[in-house]
Nanobody, 124 residues
Framework: QVQLVESGGGLVQAGGSLRLSCAAS????????LGWFRQAPGKEREFVAG????????AYADSVKGRFTVSRDNGKSTVFLQMNSLQPEDTAVYYC?????????????????WGQGTQVTVSS
């Protein structure tokens, strides 16, 4: 059974930092591309950042570029999202997801597995 378990969310003041982790089990981690998505109240879930199976390619939404960094540790079957300079508009539930496609994609419907999400709240 595949499981993706996010951790590291919480409450932080604007300008602060958080590091999210997502530990995977039940799948061959190194064969999956990984993505981070978020859903704010009243909004649709959106792509935030992602990393290819090798870690050699990363992608970011324009809204987080330069502030967030995605990375992975295939040896620990874990993907990370370092979030700096957080702003109130970053408040959302953050999800990690995995897909086995040939190439990394941002489209949510391409992702096979999803975590349960972790809440990030940024106060002004």
């Amino acid at each position: 059974q595949v499981q993706l378990v996010e951790s590291g969310g919480g409450l932080v003041q604007a300008g602060g930092s958080l590091r999210l982790s997502c530990a995977a089990s039940g799948l061959i981690f190194s064969t999956n591309h990984l993505g981070w998505f978020r859903q704010a109240p009243g909004k649709e879930r959106e792509f935030v950042a992602g990393v290819s199976r090798s870690g050699g390619y990363t992608a970011y939404a324009d809204s987080v570029k330069g502030r967030f960094t995605v990375s992975r540790d295939n040896g620990k079957s874990t993907v990370f999202l370092q979030m700096n300079s957080l702003q109130p508009e970053d408040t959302a539930v953050y999800y990690c997801a995995a897909h086995r496609g040939i190439q990394f994609v941002r489209r949510q419907d391409e992702y096979n597995y999803w975590g349960q999400g972790t809440q990030v709240t940024v106060s002004s």
